[in-house]
């Protein structure tokens, strides 16, 4: 019987790809960049969702004749880069105070009748919040170089006081026209964003409506932003 030589006549199979195009090559780089930035932009959202959200709440949703007593500021202006001085002579960055909402005053270290009523409504404020009151810091900007009284110092004790340079504290804060930058109490997020001014008729009577302002801007925040930096 004849040797079987079938296995050495079977052809050798091989198949050849061809290489990609560049103009290929350069598409698929495209889209999978393209696709990595939707990736990004929609982690970016889950995650400023809840703080949009509140946002929205309290800016937009509201029921009909629901008005602020404080003045929403438009566009918000962020905590700028500005060197402070506290009671104790240590130096510090305004910066520093971000990852709570702020209550904020400013005035002369001599503090007049209108500064002291300032600082007793804020302390006022910060405690009528109750159990949410730690969410609130009460501050006191002062703006040039006058000793602060000792007298004022123990009702301090519960403040945050530091000393600031005017010019740079007012390419920040802004009274409304006709009004003084010690006019007015100023209200910043937690981000460090300015978002609202209370109006220079706020004292004893119309402390209430100020409260509300707070209650409602809290309460709306409650999912995201918590106690302590």
């Not at 929403?72 to 990852?99: E, H, S, Y």
């Not at 209550?103 to 500064?115: N, R």
Request: aromatic share 6%.
């Amino acid at each position: 019987m004849p040797p079987d030589n079938t296995r050495d006549e079977i052809p050798l199979a091989l198949t050849v790809h061809s290489m990609p195009e560049p103009q290929q090559i350069g598409k698929a780089m495209a889209a999978r960049t393209r696709g990595g930035r939707w990736k990004m932009l929609a982690v970016l959202l889950v995650c400023a969702a809840p703080v949009l959200a509140s946002y929205f709440t309290y800016y937009v949703v509201r029921p009909d004749g629901r008005r602020n007593f404080g003045e929403l500021i438009n566009p918000q202006r962020a905590l700028p880069d500005l060197a402070a001085t506290q009671v104790d002579g240590r130096a510090v960055n305004l910066r520093g105070l971000k990852g709570q909402w702020l209550l904020v005053s400013v005035g002369s270290g001599s503090c007049d009748e209108a500064c002291t009523q300032h600082l007793y409504l804020q302390r006022q404020l910060r405690e009528a919040l109750g159990r949410e009151k730690d969410r609130l810091d009460w501050v006191w900007l002062v703006n040039d170089a006058v000793p602060i009284a000792d007298t004022l110092l123990p009702g301090l004790t519960a403040a945050t006081v530091l000393r600031v340079p005017p010019m740079g504290l007012a390419q920040w804060l802004q009274p409304q026209e006709g009004s003084a930058i010690q006019d007015h109490l100023y209200l910043v997020d937690p981000y460090g964003n300015w978002m609202m001014r209370f109006p220079p008729t706020l004292n004893s009577t119309t402390a209430a409506k100020a409260r509300r302002d707070l209650e409602r801007l809290l309460r709306a925040s409650n999912a995201w932003d918590k106690a302590g930096r």
